[in-house]
């Protein structure tokens, strides 16, 4: 399952390739790289606190594609970058599997990484739950169109509306 090694270096090296254009070495642009791998998880999570409905639709939508990455690339994009670029084999869940005594494999890495996607996707979809419940239990009815037969509208068609968005006014 996933895309072919020979597609995924295609790809790292044309990321690379781009980046280089920077003007900057391949060790700093792996360190920034790096830099950013670790960060944007706890950047998405001051997000997710603190954003709005949609912002947080579109981090929960960004992280599931990033998930679909892992999975398709078999590992992460990133790390392959930051690897080539700056020539160190360490990886952003390497501190978790010396914490845990586990060697640093590729397949250890992999089972590290799906066990804290797993808890960071729970942990977002429980903080999108407590800050967006009503917002999200009071779907049901919105119409979207007419059913019409000839010139004589006979019904509507019913998709969902957000019922808890409408406050009682009258």
């Not at 390497?94 to 089972?111: Q, V």
């Not at 797993?118 to 169109?145: A, E, P, T």
């Not at 509507?156 to 957000?162: E, L, P, R, S, T």
Request: net charge negative; hydrophobic share 50%.
């Amino acid at each position: 399952m996933g895309v072919s090694k020979e597609y995924r270096n295609e790809l790292v090296q044309s990321v690379i390739s781009k980046l280089k254009l920077l003007g900057l070495s391949e060790k700093t642009i792996g360190f920034f790289m790096r830099a950013y791998h670790v960060n944007v998880p706890i950047y998405f999570f001051i997000i997710m606190m603190y954003g709005s409905f949609v912002m947080n639709i579109g981090l929960i939508a960004f992280l599931l594609c990033a998930l679909a990455s892992f999975i398709a690339f078999d590992g992460c994009i990133l790390s392959r970058i930051e690897s080539e670029l700056d020539h160190d084999d360490i990886t952003v869940v390497d501190p978790m599997l010396e914490l845990a005594g586990i060697e640093k494999t590729h397949k250890n890495r992999i089972h590290i990484s799906y066990f804290i996607a797993g808890m960071y996707l729970v942990m977002s979809f429980l903080i999108f739950w407590v800050r967006f419940k009503d917002d999200v239990v009071g779907v049901s009815n919105v119409i979207v169109g007419d059913i019409v037969v000839g010139d004589i509208v006979v019904g509507d068609i019913v998709v969902g509306d957000i019922v808890n968005n409408v406050k009682a006014s009258e």
